[in-house]
């Protein structure tokens, strides 16, 4: 019986999941045999991440294991962990969409940011959307925890916590290294690309309309690990 065909979604996430495997390996072991071992998945993981072509040559195997090499913590401080994220669904009284188009690939997106240690979730988000777009926002309730290898992300491993917010006052203004641009739209006439292929639209929409709904939040898979 033929197997289904390997994505290159499929590759990037064996190639993190077998990378975060041998980086904590590395932290909590003391015997040089199982040093060399983890270093050797480590190599196979950079094969299959390169393999992949997400980085589009800007990265060869030896400088994706030296990236990695140079993470590894000691003891629980080095178990590898998703990073976290926080975004905004932010609507107007038009029922308009807050968007971004960021600033490093060009792809338009909520406001999100990485987590900073010392503030809640929720103030995080806050401060995020005024950095990113100049909007004051009142965080109203959380609508989904996505994980980012899920929507297609090929950079870092993450878990997203996204808030549907309300605005309260500022005006757009595009963070000038963040964003390249900035702007409200209608379900009809969102900007493209959007990021992770939009999976995330309707799910914003019925948030800013008022619609009560429970968390959004990415299913086990019948298979956990292989499918």
Not at 30 to 38: A, G, H, M, T, V
Not at 132 to 159: H, M, Q, T, W
């Amino acid at each position: 019986m033929p197997g289904r065909p390997v994505t290159d979604v499929d590759l990037i996430r064996w190639s993190e999941a077998l990378a975060g495997i041998a980086r904590t390996g590395l932290a909590f072991t003391k015997s040089l045999y199982e040093q060399e071992r983890f270093e050797e998945v480590l190599k196979v993981a950079a094969d299959i991440r390169v393999a992949a072509g997400h980085d589009e040559g800007r990265f060869d195997e030896e400088t994706v294991i030296a990236g990695w090499m140079e993470s590894v913590g000691a003891g629980v401080a080095g178990y590898v962990t998703p990073k976290v994220a926080v975004g905004a669904i932010v609507g107007n009284e038009r029922g308009e969409l807050l968007l971004i188009q960021r600033g490093d690939s060009g792809v338009w997106l909520y406001p999100t940011g990485w987590a900073d240690i010392g503030y809640s979730p929720a103030e995080v988000v806050v401060k995020e959307v005024e950095e990113e777009a100049g909007i004051e926002v009142e965080p109203l309730r959380l609508v989904a925890v996505f994980d980012g290898l899920r929507l297609g992300a090929n950079g870092l491993p993450f878990y997203s916590l996204v808030f549907h917010c309300r605005a309260v006052g500022g005006e757009l203004k595009p963070h000038p290294l963040e964003a390249r641009d900035v702007g409200w739209f209608a379900k009809d006439a969102l900007p493209e690309p959007l990021a992770g292929g939009g999976r995330w639209r309707e799910m914003a929409f019925e948030a800013i309309g008022g619609k009560q709904m429970d968390v959004v939040f990415d299913m086990p898979r019948s298979s956990i690990w292989r499918s």
